[in-house]
Each structure stands twice: as C-alpha cells, then as structure tokens.
C-alpha cells in the first residue's frame, strides 16, 4: 500500500492557505479546502497535516465541523499548523481534537500571517518567504 499525505486547511483570509500550499508542494500532499472538499478516507500508514487560521481564540466553525465527522485509523500520523495574529491558541485545540480520534499527533508549526480582524495592520507581510520556508522544513521533517 502506498502512503499518501494530506494537507487538510481552512482559511479565512488566505494566509493559512500559502502555508498549507508551501508544504504540500514540498512533499507531494494532496491538498484539501475544508471549505470546498470533503475529508479524504485515510489509511493507517497515511500522514495528515491539518492546519487553520486562529478566529476568537479557536479554529473556524468550518474546520471543526469538518473534523467532527471525520474517521482517522487509531495511530495515524498528523501534524498540525496555523497561523495567527496574536498567539496560535488553535493548535492545541486542533490537537486535542485529533488525538480524540487516535491520531498521533507528532509536531505543531505555526507563524504570522496578516490580521485583518486588525485592519491589516498586524502581521503585514506575513507569511513571509522565511515562515514558508520554514513550514516546508517542517513538513519534510513530519514525513520523515
Ligand atoms: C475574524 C477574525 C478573528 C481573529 N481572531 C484572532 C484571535 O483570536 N487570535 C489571534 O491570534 N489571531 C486572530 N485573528 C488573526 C488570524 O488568525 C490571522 O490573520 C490568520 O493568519 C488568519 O488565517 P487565514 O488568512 O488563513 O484565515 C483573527 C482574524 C480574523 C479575520
């Protein structure tokens, strides 16, 4: 069986979105829009990398409602991500969900991206070629 990866994002506002792009391209994920794509069916030795901005401290609506009804394999290996404009409260939130459903959660990446909560003023120029190169850093290392 061969292994694929998943690159499962949300975002609001596009900056989660060049990330979750950013590592995808680094590792040959197939990418998926919570918005727009149901989750995929996931096999045991498949890797999942899910990644989402950060709105009233906590992922969007989108993202946990996508999760909510989604079956992992016990054991499976993730990753999570995300960007944000003040802390990445998300990500243990991400997390916890996931571990809920038997994954193991290995590693966690995140970084700035712009704050248009915060009229843009936040974060301008974020996420910058070094957070993505840094996210793909992240992802080949999650992989392995
Ligand atoms: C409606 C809204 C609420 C936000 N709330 C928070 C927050 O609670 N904490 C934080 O650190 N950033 C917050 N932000 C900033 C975003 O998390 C940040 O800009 C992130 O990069 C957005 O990702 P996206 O472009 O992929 O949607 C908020 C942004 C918006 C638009």
């Known amino acids: 069986m061969t292994r694929k990866i998943y690159v499962v994002y949300g975002s609001l506002t596009g900056n989660t979105r060049k990330v979750a792009r950013a ?3 680094t590792v040959g994920a197939t990418l998926v829009d919570v918005r727009r794509e149901a989750l995929p069916k996931v096999g045991p030795e498949d890797v999942v990398f899910v990644g989402d901005g950060v709105y009233g401290g906590r992922p969007s609506q ?3 409602r996508a999760l909510s009804a989604w079956a992992l394999p016990m054991g499976i290996k993730a990753a999570v ?3 944000y404009g003040g802390r990445p409260s998300q990500l243990a939130i991400l997390e916890k969900i996931l571990q809920g459903k ?3 959660v290995v590693d966690r990446f ?3 991206g712009r704050d248009w909560f ?3 003023l936040v974060g301008r120029g974020r996420p910058a070629q070094e957070d ?3 996210a793909r850093e ?3 290392k999650v992989v392995g």
């Open 62 to 64: 989108a993202m946990r």
């Open 138 to 140: 992240f992802a080949k």
């Open 132 to 134: 993505l190169q840094a």
């Open 110 to 112: 995140s970084c700035l």
């Open 81 to 83: 991500f995300g960007t």
């Open 102 to 104: 038997g994954a193991q």
């Open 23 to 25: 590592m995808a391209e």
């Open 118 to 120: 915060l009229l843009g």
